[in-house]
């Protein structure tokens, strides 16, 4: 039976809010704060020192003891450093997908269930378990399934896609059947207004308010290339390196009355096409429209699909690329030497290698793998453009 719960506490009002839940139900709850990036690096520019006074004043009021643990030399090196090198590298990566993966549901939680002894995780997620929030029906020989939260809106399973799947059977969702509405009206009627009034922190954590063109030249240096157009072969300008630009962006480049935006970016090995970046006129050039995509091997949160996609070779799935954007429908198949490969029901815009692919159903995500490669639409195909448009606006 399930008695004792660790709750990661973040400063913020959702982790809050699910503390004060699991101690309504009776749970004997401990709160860890973790710190994950090195405040004194940054000249007091990261908020962790002020999320920490929140997360110190908000146990205080609720009665939850609070303790801290230092990940600072894990996540350097296992998000940080990935983080750098994707972007050296002419990816796009997803810091937030790795540091669930590798930090919060990994370390963090094997910290709380194997050092000290305690029966389960909770998190201010909004997502759900098929064990149930609370883990009501935890059952070792069922396996828990990550479900779509009724704040569809505010839905995280797409940054929890990543995450080892063995972790859930062991991990709370408070929050899952509530919205965030409820979250903010609760907080200020157990006396943590303060929190349901804070602003909620978005972007990369480390990056905070930091132009983020700045934030990378502190790291990596700047590499001058060019603009050339993917249609023509002209040179339409010059960049001060591939690690500023991501697929999609707008290129505002004074000499062309045509928008110019980036499609695709040149291997930074020595080569021809080293540290170039190809740049298509239009929003919706067919250079920035893909309806087959090359992924890694998919990290499966669902073992039915995994065995499914193992025995037909295929799978029949929806899919997504950034967390606000629709579902799209989709076959995911394994090719020869296994290879997976993504074929989307209708293009999609801009879908950058370094970013994860994350897989559901009607009604749960299934996985994730990373996006290695997106076949550009073909320009016979360039009238199904008109698809796009609802699925990208």
Not at 79 to 94: A, E, K
Not at 243 to 258: A, N
Request: net charge positive.
């Amino acid at each position: 039976m399930i008695r004792n719960v660790v709750v990661g506490v973040s400063g913020g009002v959702d982790s809050a809010v699910s503390a004060h839940l699991l101690r309504e139900r009776g749970f004997n709850v401990l709160g860890i704060f973790m710190r994950n990036w090195d405040e004194m690096d940054e000249v007091g520019r990261c908020t962790g020192e002020a999320d920490l006074k929140d997360a110190e004043w908000a146990c205080r009021r609720l009665g939850v003891e609070l303790r801290t643990v230092n990940y600072v030399r894990e996540y350097w090196t296992a998000v940080f450093s990935q983080f750098l090198d994707d972007y050296q590298q002419g990816l796009t990566p997803n810091p937030d997908i790795l540091c669930n993966r590798h930090i919060k549901f990994d370390l963090f939680h094997k910290h709380a269930l194997e050092n000290l002894g305690y029966d389960a995780v909770a998190t201010g997620h909004y997502a759900r378990s098929s064990l149930g929030n609370f883990l009501e029906a935890a059952n070792p020989e069922k396996e828990a399934r990550l479900l779509i939260p009724t704040d569809t809106f505010k839905d995280q399973t797409f940054f929890l896609a990543g995450i080892p799947r063995h972790s859930l059977q062991r991990t709370m969702f408070p929050l899952g059947d509530l919205r965030k509405s409820q979250v903010k009206q609760l907080a200020t009627e157990i006396g943590l207004q303060r929190l349901a009034n804070k602003k909620e922190s978005t972007g990369i954590c480390f990056v905070g308010k930091r132009n983020f063109k700045e934030f990378i030249r502190e790291y990596i240096t700047s590499k001058r290339g060019p603009f050339v157009d993917i249609d023509s072969g002209e040179v339409v300008g010059h960049h001060e390196g591939i690690h500023q630009w991501t697929v999609g962006q707008r290129c505002r480049l004074s000499s062309y009355l045509q928008p110019y935006f980036v499609a695709k970016k040149g291997a930074p090995a020595s080569s021809s096409s080293s540290n170039t970046i190809y740049v298509a006129a239009g929003h919706d050039h067919p250079a920035l429209l893909s309806t087959r995509i090359h992924i890694d091997p998919p990290n499966w949160l669902c073992a039915e699909s995994q065995r499914r996609l193992a025995a037909m070779g295929s799978l029949r799935c929806r899919f997504r690329f950034q967390h606000t954007k629709p579902l799209v429908g989709c076959q995911l198949t394994i090719c020869q030497e296994q290879n997976f490969q993504v074929e989307l029901d209708a293009p999609l815009r801009a879908i950058t290698p370094g970013q994860y692919a994350v897989f559901y159903d009607d009604t749960a995500c299934l996985g994730s793998a990373r996006i290695l490669s997106a076949d550009p639409l073909k320009k016979s195909k360039a009238s199904k453009q008109t698809q796009v448009r609802s699925l990208v606006s």
